[in-house]
């Protein structure tokens, strides 16, 4: 199983009429995210409704677009790692076989405090951390990641049509056409 929740916080900032590109320069659109995989989470998602005005410090769009771009990757080779860029130790481990993804977290040192979202060679030194090879059908992540950034996507617009005209959503757009493009050609017969 792979599920993926999340929710804007500060909505209230985010609806007045802002520049877009405030977010290209300060920061993300902040709020929770966490991934499951099997039961066990990754990320943090501690919304509760009896508080709705506490602000999350996830960055979601760049959760999204790491997310997808680890994907996009795993069609073409078979390992992934994905940089918590909010750790200076944590990665999420992809590694594919056949139409399987095994997931896991990993620990390793990031050199110089340098964060790369992607890295596709699997470290010389590192220790699984919190859960190992969980399995999941690829395309049961193509499946939550389409529909759930397709939702953020709708939820921004909706909150407020100048954030879509920031980079990262803007990147965020095109790779939800490549996804939706994708399971079109896994879908359709040869």
């Not at 960055?59 to 680890?70: E, G, P, S, Y």
Request: glycine share 4%; proline share 3%.
């Amino acid at each position: 199983m792979f599920e993926i929740l999340y929710k804007i916080t500060g909505i209230e900032e985010l609806q007045k009429t802002l520049n877009e590109n405030c977010f290209d320069v300060e920061s993300d659109i902040l709020g929770w995210f966490a991934f499951y995989v099997n039961g066990n989470e990754y990320g943090d998602y501690l919304y509760d409704p009896s508080r709705p005005n506490a602000d999350g410090w996830m960055r979601i769009t760049d959760w999204f677009v790491n997310l997808i771009l680890a994907y996009r990757e795993l069609n073409r080779s078979s390992y992934v790692l994905i940089d918590d860029i909010d750790s200076y130790i944590a990665w999420i481990e992809l590694r594919k076989i056949n139409d399987m993804v095994k997931i896991s977290t990993i620990k390793a040192e990031k050199k110089d405090g340098i964060f790369c979202e992607l890295r596709l060679t699997p470290f010389n030194h590192f220790e699984y951390y919190t859960w190992y090879d969980q399995p999941v059908k690829l395309n049961e992540i193509q499946s939550e990641l389409t529909k759930k950034a397709s939702l953020y996507i709708s939820e921004l617009q909706t909150i407020n049509i100048k954030l879509l005209g920031n980079k990262k959503v803007a990147e965020l757009v095109e790779l939800i056409s490549f996804l939706e493009r994708d399971r079109k050609e896994c879908l359709s017969p040869n």
